[in-house]
Structures are given as structure tokens and as C-alpha cells.
């Protein structure tokens, strides 16, 4: 046991000391080095996924202002089509704002179809039946798309007659809202 002591105390040389406190240090910064590689990798993939997700952010942000736009032009649109949509059916009125636009030429039969509830409005379907030229049938049809109340022209059938004029038939709707004059 002796021996063991002495052994013990026997100085430790400095150059040991020194080797194994240098060894130290290295495997910490082996270590931290590592460690700081990671973390940069994770930081890394956590700013792209941040970066994707910024992306599809703006992305969206785009198509809502984009909808926002529309979405102001279909309320003027809307706006201007209840102007459009008187709150009673005015068969007469109309009858006779047809004849006004028909006056180029012949105008040989007007005859409303059953009435149609939208959600927005009641839809009157009419057939109008006319004789005249191209031009005064292009104009015709220009009226009904300019006129002060709302029409719409799903169809027009041409066929020519035998002194050379055109015949045509114009599949129309005009539209009344009764709830227009309760909230108007």
C-alpha cells in the first residue's frame, strides 16, 4: 500500500496537464460546433417553411383583394340592375316602349310568356316578332339592351322573307320587384 501512496504523490507533470486540458477543450468545441451545425440546419428549415408559409400567405392576400375588387364592381352592378328593375310589371309600358323601337319596321306580335320568380326579381319572358332590315333589327335590339329598364335577350331567330327583309322573332325577359317598393 505504500508503493500505491507514492505513486500518488509523485507530482503530475504539467505537460500532461496541459495535453489533456487542451484535449478538453477540444472535444467541447468538437461538440459545440456540432451542436451549433444542427441548430443552424434547423433554423435553416424553419425559416423556409416560414418562408413557403409567407408565400401562400401572400398569395392569398392577393386573391382577397382581388375578390374585394370584384366584389365592389358586382355591388355597383347589382346596384344598377335593382335601378333597372321597376317594383310592378307594366305590361302596357312596356308594349309600348317596344312599339316605340319597332317603329322601322313592322312589328307583328308581342306575347308575354308565364312569369318567372328569381330570388331577385319575377322574370316576364316575351317573344317579339318583327319586319325590318338588319340595321333597324341591330338597333332594336341596342334599345332593348340600353333602355331604362332591365332586359334580357336569351335568343333571336332570323329568317328573310321574300321581299327581302328579315323576319325575326326576339326571345326577351323584363323584369319586375315587387319587395323594390316596400324597401325603396
Do not use: W
Amino acid at each position: 500500500m505504500n508503493s500505491a501512496m507514492t505513486t500518488l504523490r509523485k507530482p503530475v507533470d504539467n505537460r500532461i496537464v496541459v495535453v489533456v486540458f487542451i484535449f478538453l477543450i477540444c472535444v467541447v468545441l468538437l461538440g459545440l460546433t456540432f451542436y451549433t451545425i444542427n441548430l443552424t440546419y434547423q433554423i435553416n428549415d424553419t425559416i423556409a417553411e416560414k418562408a413557403t408559409i409567407a408565400a401562400d400567405l401572400q398569395r392569398q392576400v392577393t386573391r382577397l383583394r382581388s375578390i374585394q375588387e370584384k366584389d365592389a364592381q358586382i355591388e355597383h352592378v347589382v346596384r344598377q340592375a335593382y335601378i333597372k328593375i321597376p317594383p310592378v310589371p307594366d305590361e302596357a309600358g312596356i308594349i309600348e316602349y317596344i312599339k316605340s323601337i319597332t317603329e322601322g319596321g313592322t312589328l307583328t306580335g308581342i306575347t308575354f310568356d308565364k312569369r318567372v320568380d328569381r330570388s331577385v326579381a319575377t322574370e316576364m319572358p316575351m317573344t317579339i316578332t318583327v319586319i325590318s332590315s338588319y340595321g333597324e333589327m341591330l338597333d332594336v335590339i341596342s334599345a332593348l339592351a340600353t333602355a331604362e329598364r332591365y332586359f334580357t335577350i336569351s335568343s333571336v331567330n332570323i329568317d328573310k322573307t321574300a321581299d327581302g327583309e328579315l323576319s325575326y322573332t326576339i326571345n326577351a325577359s323584363a323584369y319586375y320587384n315587387p319587395s323594390a317598393a316596400i324597401s325603396g
